[in-house]
């Protein structure tokens, strides 16, 4: 397990935002060209994410895919009106990942386990910016662990689930109002990680030959951090307020997510998906930092987040061009959970249109190389952190390209 | 068929990552019916940059004045200040900038050495490069605005000012309004009478209700005469400007870093006292006065008082003790424990009334001048009233507690450049709300606040 953890370590390096709140939709390269559906579609061992109900659907023995996306993305602060301040976010460069295998154990029963990362969060905001009290840089990496199984009742109803065993781990820093005599600033570095759990299930039905229907639902999953790192770089002379070695205890959720996903083989080249994706935002109701030594100046901190649950509507599509080349197209609008007064810059939150476009080359029957592109524009939102006095307008994108294989035999 | 999806994933790519930059529109300020040309400050020490008991270099460019300048122009020399070198620094006692030092394990602000030659020694005043656009003097009070005499050495020490003397364009002739005049501004920021009634309370109390002395509350009708000829002659080539009101000196954390009731003692010390003052409370239940009993924890200290019958008492709830006595608290004077504190360390029930009284008189003179010349006023008073309780400025939370607030510098009376920046907030949003300009707000966080070691 140890090594696990490290290797999950070196190979996330960063999650940037992607969806709404912290949540990252990139889980195979197929979904995202066709905007992210698929919750009504077979999609092979990537049905493990998307709707474990229709693994069971498998056509081949053995299917396995893997990628990988690379994500840019930006966000830029323009402070409350009149001010010229502008500040722009130097985000790292976001990796996620996703890999599935799945096999079949007979006729109706198939296993398998799928390695994603849903959740992250990774923006670098700067030492010295405007809202540096309220967070520097942050970075939230999750990787899901999910052995599944799933099951053909009858050949159009099949139901599936897995147990999501989750590795988190969180790092972000403040800085504090206090000032050395050389004119620097504290600041505060929180760190940790933890394993937590959940579940994904499932059912496909098709009802009909060209239509099939598909509903998930993926549990929450709390993150909670305990014994986490605080880091304290205050003057000299207010160490003894800011104990060394001090610990955090803090819970964040990663929202249960229910899906209703639909499937239309409009002709025998096109595919229509649609996905209706309903995220339980309302478990984020605040982010606190219970500190293991308070004293006079260091107490607990508590800041309300009061997320509110949010739909987010996709649609896609899928055209064969040839006999080994599929390409695909799709769009989606993602509605953010962050209401009015909450805003912060830790998850900037705005509502979010994403336009994708992919394909994917058969290179043998077997083999195919799937690619897709991703750009994500945030709508400009005037707002900002009531309990922080901290307004602006922001403004987001992303520009997301991926690759992946996919072998199935 | 390849080449040409990879064609179109190239072409998508290039299209995406061009515009990838998540755009904004700048803002542009406005003048709205105000012009910002020539800009001059005139005032006290708030105007002066005055900061951690001293005048500085540092404190001048980050004081109140500056800040709005930088904010009005980014023209080059838009602002010429009479700059104290860099690196040094002058206080009314020839003191320099205060720092926080470490002193048996407590914090404690300590004066720097200052360099008192830059009054004293003529050689390094800069008349010649005057008129100057700040014309900010600490000390001075509303009267002080006209007078020719502020700055003439010849009067000998205590009879000039010269913080005014070193920068006027004719020491002894000039006047600030004249000098400020020689400028001829577009728009001027005018706030003084603060000194009209701190000098008093810095006194203890031991001045004049209604003189011009230098402990004195000024006289309402010497206030008003010459706030409003000031304005008279500042508006005479047409300039505009804004206005700023005196806060109740209560806001200070000079006058509230020493909690009446601060004598904590020990059982032994309580005893002590007990013991020491068993004559006074003799004396006291046979005049039907209340008694001084002293008990382990908190206790209200003890205070001389010349108009009681017994010449002494305990401070009562509601009366101040100034930061000034801190060092007679914990020295060998034993300043309100076993000695009286003195009369002009503590601000009286009466004379916090008094004080109360002429704030909002020498407020309503100003509003009615500020009207009579149409220019906006700026509520410093209600923002330090506002600042008691806490202002939240991104992500920070300010006060006006001493030393930790991060409002007021390490004297006690003056902003740091922190506390400089929200009220120049409070001028900017008045500006812009009369003239319908547009001018910047500061961000209060960039700029210095108190310093720990």
């Known amino acids: 397990m140890k090594k696990t953890l490290l290797i999950c370590f070196l190979v996330l390096h ?117 809202g540096r009290y309220l967070i520097q840089d942050i970075s939230l990496k999750a990787i899901f662990f999910q052995p599944t199984v799933s099951y053909k009742i009858v050949d159009n109803l099949s139901v599936g689930a897995g147990f999501v065993v989750t590795y988190g781990d969180v790092n972000m820093s403040k800085a504090l109002p206090l000032t050395d005599q050389n004119g620097n600033e504290g600041s505060v570095h929180l760190s940790g990680n933890t394993m937590s759990y959940g579940f994904n299930a499932g059912v496909y039905y098709k009802p009909v030959t060209d239509l099939s229907i598909g509903v998930n639902y993926r549990s929450k999953v709390v993150m909670k951090v305990e014994g986490g790192d605080a880091i304290f770089n205050v003057p000299a002379s207010l160490s003894g307020n800011f104990p060394k070695n001090n610990k955090f205890t803090a819970e964040l959720p990663m929202p249960a997510n229910l899906t209703l996903g639909l499937g239309w083989q409009v002709s025998e080249k096109m595919l229509l998906a649609a996905d209706f994706q309903y995220v339980f935002w309302s478990a984020y109701e605040d982010l606190s930092f219970d500190f293991e030594q308070n004293t006079e100046t260091l107490y607990d901190s508590y800041n309300p987040r009061n997320f509110e649950n949010s739909m987010v509507y996709r649609l896609g599509a899928e055209y064969e061009l040839s006999k080994s080349i599929n390409l695909r197209a799709g769009i989606y609008y993602d509605e953010t959970p962050i209401q009015e007064g909450y805003l912060t810059p830790e998850t900037p939150g705005t509502n979010k249109i994403g336009m994708s476009a992919g394909a994917s080359w058969y290179v043998t029957e077997k083999l195919s190389i799937d690619a897709s592109v991703l750009y994500i524009h945030g709508e400009d939102r005037e707002d900002g952190y009531q309990p922080a006095n901290f307004y602006g307008t922001y403004a987001s994108n992303a520009f997301i390209p991926g690759i992946g294989v996919s072998y199935s035999f | 068929m390849k080449l040409q999806v990879l064609k179109y994933f190239t072409l998508l790519g290039v299209l995406a ?38 005048l500085s270099n540092a404190g001048q460019k980050n004081g109140f004045s500056a800040i709005l300048a930088h904010q009005l122009s980014t023209t080059e020399n838009y602002y010429d200040q009479p700059f104290i070198p860099e690196g040094m620094s002058v206080g009314g006692n020839g003191n320099g900038s205060y720092k926080l030092v470490v002193l048996n394990k407590s914090l404690v602000p300590f004066p720097t050495k200052g360099n008192p030659e830059l009054l004293s020694d003529p050689s390094n005043w800069v008349n010649g490069q005057a008129p100057f ?17 502020l700055g003439d050495y010849t009067l000998g020490e205590g009879a000039f000012n010269p913080f005014y003397t070193r920068f006027a364009s004719v020491p002894g002739t000039s006047t600030m309004v004249s000098d400020a005049i020689l400028k001829n501004p577009t728009f ?85 006292l007990n013991a020491g003052y068993e004559q006074y409370n003799q004396m006291a239940e046979a005049n039907g006065l209340p008694q001084m009993i002293f008990s382990e924890g908190r206790n209200a200290f003890v205070i001389a008082d010349s108009s009681y019958p017994l010449h002494m008492r305990q401070i009562k709830e509601d009366e101040k003790v100034l930061l000034s006595a801190s060092t007679g608290i914990l020295g060998e004077a034993g300043w309100g424990s076993k000695e009286p504190m003195p009369e002009d360390q ?100 960039d700029y210095p606040g108190v310093e720990f070691p």
């Open chain 2, 188 to 272: 001027f920021s005018l706030w003084v009478g603060g000194n009209d009634v701190l000098q008093y309370a810095l006194a203890g109390g031991n001045g004049v209700v209604g003189g011009t002395g230098i402990n004195d509350i000024t006289d309402e009708a010497t206030f008003t005469y010459s706030i409003n000829k000031a304005l008279a002659e500042l508006t005479s080539g047409k300039a505009k400007g804004v206005l700023g009101n005196i806060p109740d000196v209560k806001s200070l954390p000079y006058f509230n870093y020493i909690a009446y009731d601060g004598l904590e003692l020990d059982a032994e010390k309580a005893a002590m």
């Open chain 2, 17 to 54: 990552l061009w515009q990838c930059e998540a755009k904004l529109d700048e803002f542009k300020p406005e003048n709205g019916s105000a012009d910002f040309t020539t800009f001059v400050a005139i005032g006290d020490s708030y105007t002066s940059g005055y900061t951690d008991g001293a």
């Open chain 2, 346 to 445: 503590v601000l009286s029930s009466e004379e916090l009334a008094a004080i109360k009284d002429a704030t909002t008189r020498f407020n309503t003179i100003i509003a009615g001048a500020a009207s009579q010349y149409e220019l906006p006023v700026a509520d410093i008073n209600q923002l330090l009233i506002e600042a008691e309780k806490g202002l939240v400025i991104d992500g920070n939370l300010y006060t006006t507690v001493f030393v930790t607030g991060g409002i007021f510098s390490l004297d006690g009376i003056h902003t740091s450049g922190r506390g400089s920046a929200v009220i120049t907030n409070r001028f900017i949003e008045k500006i812009n709300k009369h003239y319908g300009a547009t001018v910047p707000l500061v961000n209060v966080n």
């Open chain 1, 14 to 130: 960063q999650v940037a935002l992607k969806a709404e709140g912290y949540q990252v939709n990139l889980q195979s390269q197929r979904q995202i060209g066709m905007g992210h559906t698929g919750t009504g579609l077979l999609l092979g061992a990537s049905s493990m994410h998307f709707n474990p109900g229709a693994l069971a659907q498998m056509s081949s023995k053995y299917d396995f895919s893997g990628g990988a996306n690379v994500i840019f993305s930006h966000n830029t602060f323009q402070k409350q009106s009149p001010s010229l301040y502008q500040a722009e976010s130097d985000n790292p460069v976001g990796t996620p990942f996703y890999f599935y295998g799945a096999g079949k154990v007979s006729d109706k029963l198939v296993v398998g386990l799928s390695v994603t990362t849903p959740y992250g969060n990774s923006l670098k905001w700067g030492d010295d910016w405007d």
């Open chain 2, 133 to 149: 656009n700040n014309i900010g003097v600490p000390g001075v009070k509303s009267f002080h605005l006209l007078a020719p005499e």
